[in-house]
């Protein structure tokens, strides 16, 4: 008899996919080495940095606020952008070895 998924495990996995997905957009993740690298940025400067409108901008932002990426503060009229958990960068760090090992394993059948 095959036994399923203990329910702490689905939602483990639920919440680690919703996670990625919302990392899942080349400038999402533009927008998080970003934030890494230079510390909070307002939308427009995140929009600009992109090439995107701002209200494309606003919605890749707030969603990947409510996966628990970033954090917001207002200042005024503006609302300036943090990385929450700067451990993602790390994250991204693995997902660069393994493209590196990908691209390795398909020079060596290559040669």
Do not use: N, W
Not at 45 to 51: D, N, R, S, T
Not at 67 to 81: F, I
Not at 93 to 109: H, K, M, N, P, Y
């Amino acid at each position: 008899m095959v036994k399923g998924i203990d329910p702490k495990t689905r939602a483990r996995c639920d919440c680690r996919a919703r996670v990625l997905k919302a990392m899942a957009h080349p400038s999402r993740l533009i927008m998080l080495e970003e934030l890494a690298k230079s510390g909070p940025k307002c939308v427009c400067e995140l929009a600009a940095l992109v090439e995107l409108d701002m209200s494309t901008a606003s919605r890749h932002l707030s969603l990947m606020k409510e996966a628990g990426l970033l954090t917001d503060e207002k200042r005024g009229q503006m609302t300036y952008y943090h990385l929450r958990t700067p451990c993602v960068i790390k994250f991204l760090e693995c997902v660069d070895g393994v493209i590196a090992e990908g691209l390795r394993t398909q020079l060596s059948f290559l040669r």
